[in-house]
């Protein structure tokens, strides 16, 4: 019970990396709440949840809107009257990212937007919330991608090593008000997107994921990631990403 009563928000927890943080949380004893924006899918989550009988709940949110995040934030404090932890999950590629020179201008902002935009709104939100409660666990998810390099995602990589840059900065910002704010690199994880990209064949898909040395990595080995950052049990760890990509940033 590493979480027995602390309140985490958890944003693209539909399903995923994202779900199984919420699943690990509730079972370690958190209230959970599901930010997401596909209302089927973040509601059937819940149930899920619910129906183990833990305390989750889903408020539909679009993290590329600073409005539906604080809706968001406003739900969770109205519930609760507090969050200890926030896991800014929410994120991911997509088809039209490629090199710099061809990549839409569209598609850039889009990938900011999402993935560096929605950490940023979350953080603006929720860390105030912290402050009155006298500290809390940020965790911001990034990837392997912008520590590594690769080919054919520009934009992605961009917005993820902004991630990097923005867990380093607050978490000097904010550790005098005892909020630690850390990042997770996943390798190839077998989400449910990454696994049809494999079996469909994805030539880059195929080749990064030989390169996983113990083998691809599950959501849920994500999740004890994200779990140990937002329990006591990192309580001096700030500032930092933690890479689990089952080797392969080293292969």
């Known amino acids: 019970m590493r979480l027995k009563d602390k309140t985490a928000l958890i944003t693209g927890a539909g399903a995923g990396i994202g779900y199984a943080c919420a699943e690990l949380f509730c079972e370690e004893g958190a209230r959970v709440v599901i930010a997401e924006l596909d209302i089927e899918t973040g509601a059937a989550a819940a149930a899920r949840l619910c129906e183990r009988g833990f305390d989750c709940r889903f408020v539909q949110t679009d993290v590329s809107s600073p409005d539906s995040v604080k809706a ?29 020179t061809e990549t839409p201008f569209e598609e850039f902002w889009k990938k900011l937007q999402i993935d ?28 392997v991608l912008a520590i590594m390099g690769t080919e ?31 990042a997770v690199a996943p390798g190839v994880t077998t989400t449910e997107r990454v696994r049809k990209r494999l079996e469909q064949a994805n030539p880059g898909a195929s080749k990064t994921a030989q390169r996983s040395l113990l083998g691809t990595v599950e959501p849920r080995e994500i999740g004890y990631a994200v779990l140990f950052l937002a329990s006591d049990e990192a309580r001096k760890i700030t500032g930092q990403t933690l890479i689990v990509d089952s080797g392969l940033t080293i292969s």
């Open 72 to 100: 968001a934030v406003d739900a969770i404090m109205q519930a609760h009257g507090r969050i200890d932890v926030l896991y800014n999950n929410a994120g991911g590629s997509s088809l039209q990212d490629g090199r710099v």
């Open 116 to 143: 560096l935009h929605g950490v940023w709104a979350g953080c603006h939100y929720a860390i105030p919330h912290m402050i009155a409660n006298g500290g809390g666990a940020v965790i911001n998810a990034t990837s």
């Open 152 to 182: 054919g995602r520009d934009a992605y990589t961009a917005a993820k090593g902004g991630i990097i840059s923005l867990t380093r900065s607050m978490a000097v910002e904010y550790a005098r008000h005892g909020i630690r704010v850390n």
